[in-house]
């Protein structure tokens, strides 16, 4: 990892309400023991290794869907200190907590559409109810267009995340890529106060990746 970090995606759950073959997170690989939800230590944790981090993300599974959601949501900025608190979902509980998701500087909601994968729901409508939900904030939701690949088809080139400055704490570890901890190997360091060095020893794992090119 050599580019600078400018984001940190906090993970707070590994439960998710949708089912896609090739999550890029890496949760259709992980089995139901290994699911969790963090509690408010582990983010005050977080806090004291990432505090002032220009963009932290909350990340999932589908974040949305932790218990505490709702309640941490109006934390989330303060508590790490950072210049923008942003958020990425799948968008299945806009329409259920709207008022939750306006504590956000930018939302990345993925488009999920039948073309996906068999069995896949739409979600444009719950997209579109929370854009008009706020209107006077039109930049809140940015709609991401994912095409689901099978791993089987994808190369070994690295994407625009292995050198976007986005870095993943997920389960205690820090993955030198935004979407790292997906790969699910030995590509991680323990961080410390010196994590910005401890960082740079490690590289994405490009060629195991979900969003290899």
Same mark, same amino acid.
């Given at each position: ?11 707070i ?6 089912r896609?073959p090739d ?17 408010? %230590? ?5 806090? &004291?290794? !990432? ?9 999932g /599974?589908e +974040? ?6 709702t ?27 709207? %008022?939750?998701f306006?504590?956000?500087? &930018?939302? !990345?909601?993925t ?7 068999? /069995?896949? +729901?739409?979600n ?12 006077d904030r ?7 267009e ?49 994590w910005?060095e ?7 794992k490009c060629s ?5 090119i």
């Amino acid at each position: 990892m050599q580019v600078p970090v400018n984001i940190v995606q906090i993970f707070i759950t590994t439960h998710c309400n949708m089912r896609c073959p090739d999550c890029s997170c890496g949760m259709q690989v992980m089995t139901k023991k290994d699911k969790y939800f963090v509690d408010w %230590d582990y983010l005050v944790n977080a806090a &004291k290794l !990432f505090y002032g981090v220009d963009t932290i993300s909350i990340m999932g /599974g589908e +974040p949305s869907m932790h218990p505490k959601f709702t309640e941490w949501s109006p934390k989330f900025k303060e508590l790490f200190g950072c210049r923008f608190l942003t958020l990425e979902s799948n968008g299945t509980l806009f329409d259920k907590i709207p %008022d939750s998701f306006g504590h956000y500087d &930018k939302i !990345f909601a993925t488009h999920y559409h039948k073309d996906m994968f068999e /069995g896949c +729901p739409e979600n444009i409508d719950k997209i579109n109810y929370l854009k008009a939900y706020y209107p006077d904030r039109p930049n809140l939701v940015w709609v991401n267009e994912i095409t689901h690949v099978p791993r089987t088809n994808r190369g070994t080139n690295p994407c625009f995340r292995a050198t976007s400055g986005g870095i993943a704490y997920e389960g205690g570890k820090l993955y030198p890529c935004a979407v790292g901890s997906g790969v699910r190997t030995n590509n991680f360091i323990i961080p410390t106060t010196n994590w910005r060095e401890e960082i740079k020893t490690v590289y994405p794992k490009c060629s195991d990746c979900y969003f290899a090119i």
